[in-house]
Antibody
Framework: DVQLVQSGGGLVQPGGSLRLSCAAS????????MSWVRQAPGKGLEWVSF???????NYADSVKGRFTISRDISKNTLFLQLDTLTAEDTAVYYC?????????????WGQGTLVTVSS | QSVLTQPPSASGTPGQRVTISCSGD????????VSWYQQFPGTAPRRLIY???QRPSGVPDRFSGSKSGTSASLAISGLQSEDEADYYC????????????FGGGTKLTVL
């Protein structure tokens, strides 16, 4: 069974930084496609970033230049570094595992972690 | 504003069949598969349908998906009270180096 266990998140002031972690079991972070998806309070799902198995990355325009996705293969963990945060980044952030042959097929989800940006 | 368009709400009575639509364009649904997700309040979404019409193990066969052109639909037959949830469609969009796009979500109410 695939399990994605998230940590990090919390309350941060505007302009601040946070790092989210997503530890995987039953699933190899280094050989699979993974993404971060977020959901603002009372709103829908928004894709944030993904990392291909070969290490290529992509970002939503709303976070490009401020967020960085990475992974530690030895720890089988995915990360999302959030910098220069604004109130619009307040959301629950989910790490997800994707099928390489159907990239919209998000087969496994972490439990989510809340990021609140407020002074 | 979401790239994929869903109705904000849908409803039905127990036992009924309900469908939820999802509309996109040639850069997403028209050229890629569609997935559907179910989300209960305070919980992570769960994959219901992938590759347009495939159900993961554990998903009841009351849930079915279809796609035609640049639109897709999720059908729920034999509606049950526990189906009351938010439903999201998703597809791959090949613009901007490729990314996942979602519908705005449909709140399903079981009357």
């Amino acid at each position: 069974d695939v399990q994605l266990v998230q940590s990090g998140g919390g309350l941060v002031q505007p302009g601040g930084s946070l790092r989210l972690s997503c530890a995987a079991s039953g699933f190899n972070v280094g050989t699979n496609y993974m993404s971060w998806v977020r959901q603002a309070p009372g709103k829908g799902l928004e894709w944030v970033s993904f990392i291909y198995s070969d290490g290529r990355t992509n970002y939503a325009d709303s976070v490009k230049g401020r967020f960085t996705i990475s992974r530690d293969i030895s720890k089988n963990t995915l990360f999302l570094q959030l910098d220069t945060l604004t109130a619009e980044d307040t959301a629950v952030y989910y790490c997800v595992g994707q099928n390489s042959w159907d990239l919209a097929s998000l087969h496994s989800w972490g439990q989510g972690t809340l990021v609140t940006v407020s002074s | 504003q979401s790239v994929l368009t869903q109705p904000p709400s849908a409803s039905g009575t127990p036992g009924q069949r309900v469908t939820i639509s999802c509309s996109g364009d040639s850069s997403n649904i028209g050229s890629s598969s569609v997935s559907w997700y179910q989300q209960f309040p305070g919980t992570a979404p769960r994959r219901l349908i992938y590759s347009n019409n495939q159900r993961p193990s554990g998903v009841p066969d009351r849930f079915s998906g279809s796609k035609s052109g640049t639109s897709a639909s999720l059908a729920i037959s034999g509606l049950q009270s526990e189906d009351e949830a938010d439903y999201y469609c998703a597809s791959w969009d090949n613009r901007l180096n490729g990314h996942v796009v979602f519908g705005g979500g449909t709140k399903l109410t079981v009357l």
